[in-house]
């Protein structure tokens, strides 16, 4: 390559790479970039448990905000945890205020053995505790 082709060449590299720059998403600032909503469940069985759960749940969150929404995923989470990739402990229940009833193994036998650290759960709104853990006989507390 001759000298003339070189200069030519690192030119339009350098072109490029200030177009590059130029590229701004003047949408929403760097730090408030929309983070995805949803694990992709095929992603999750790639993964090892504690790397969804140290590196990406944090950056996904799932709200819930009625005490129905949060019974039918305590429910289903009982059922089959693997299939949410995340411990309960990591949802945000910050906006429900009404707890009472929602590990209630009357309803859902399976609760009768439910003990999973939930100190991480925000329940400062809550009002209505009322048999939260109702016959949940396996519940320490933690």
């Not at 082709?5 to 003047?26: A, F, G, L, S, Y």
Request: contains cysteine; negative net charge.
């Amino acid at each position: 390559m001759s000298p003339s082709q070189n200069t030519r060449k690192r030119k339009r590299e350098e072109e490029e790479d200030q177009d590059d720059e130029d590229v701004v998403d003047t949408k929403m600032p760097a730090n408030q970039r929309q983070q995805p909503q949803v694990l992709d469940p095929a992603l999750c069985v790639l993964l090892p448990r504690s790397v969804v759960e140290k590196h990406i749940m944090p950056f996904i969150t799932h709200i819930f905000t009625s005490k129905a929404k949060l019974i039918e995923a305590v429910d289903r989470y009982v059922a089959n945890p693997s299939a949410f990739n995340y411990r309960i402990g990591l949802w945000d229940v910050s906006q429900i205020t009404d707890f009472s009833f929602v590990f209630d193994a009357e309803r859902n036998g399976a609760l009768r053995r439910f003990n999973e650290d939930l100190s991480e759960w925000d329940v400062s709104n809550g009002t209505n505790f009322s048999y939260m853990f109702n016959k949940c006989r396996s519940f320490n507390g933690d």
